[in-house]
């Protein structure tokens, strides 16, 4: 099983300042990491597939980078609506499909 | 975009059997482009994936979970379902089921996920 490892756990930013989540895999993923973006009460969101290919409706202030083992997900300038827990997802050895432990940004 | 809706009993005795059903929207449920899956949350911890089903009836199923899980279709009502049996604590959890895509098994479309309580 591959072992998906998230980091911060929680990351403090400003409204307006950049977020930066790092999600790493305990093997070679090539690029076949997805994002999630899960708000308070709410079902998780599809952002990013394919490491870097923003879901529609996914805001153009939201990229994913990386390929093998070391991927992440940035947000340019920090909305109201960005406060949110962020899963990653690998899909490359499938099954079982895993998910990262999250990180809050607050 | 797809709508997905779970239903089903929110307590469940330990050592009985959850039983969950997802219903989707429109005639894509027999697309050949979409896996059917559930995905399971307790509360205040992560993500767990439980397994996934194609139309064909065809199952992906997470070995740590595997001897436990069911899953079936029901094309004739857009339907999909979940039986996990010798529920415990430990199964207490928010139930989400979603599509995947068969190419790539990343989580398209969710349903807003259903509060399962195990207890007596």
């Known amino acids: 099983e591959i072992v998906l490892t998230q980091s911060p756990a929680t990351l403090s930013v400003s409204p307006g300042g950049r977020a930066t989540l790092s999600c790493r895999a305990s093997q070679s993923l090539s690029r076949s990491l997805a994002w999630y973006q899960q708000k308070p009460g709410q079902a998780p969101r599809l952002l990013i597939y394919g490491a870097s290919t923003r879901a529609t409706d996914t805001p153009a202030r939201f990229s994913g980078s990386g390929s093998g083992t070391d991927f992440t997900l940035t947000i340019s300038s920090l909305q109201s609506e960005d406060f949110a827990v962020y899963y990653c997802?690998?899909?490359?050895?499938?099954?079982?499909?895993?998910f990262g432990g999250g990180t809050k940004v607050e | 975009q797809l709508q997905l809706q779970e239903s089903g009993p929110g307590l469940v005795k330990p050592s009985e059997t959850l039983s969950l059903t997802c219903t989707v929207s429109d005639d894509s449920f027999s697309s050949s482009s979409y896996y059917w899956g559930w995905i399971r949350q307790p509360p205040g911890k992560g993500l767990e994936w439980i397994g996934h089903?194609?139309?064909?009836?065809?199952?992906y199923y997470n070995p740590s979970l595997q001897s436990r899980v069911t899953m079936s279709v029901d094309t004739s009502k857009n339907q999909f379902s979940l039986k996990l049996t010798s529920v415990t604590a430990a199964d207490t959890a928010v139930y989400y089921c979603?599509?995947?895509?068969?190419?790539?098994?990343?989580?398209?479309?969710w349903g807003q996920g259903t509060l399962v309580t195990v207890s007596s």
């Open positions: 997802q690998q899909y490359n050895n499938r099954p079982p499909l895993t």
């Open positions: 089903i194609y139309y064909s009836g065809s199952t």
């Open positions: 979603a599509n995947l895509w068969v190419v790539e098994n990343y989580f398209d479309s």
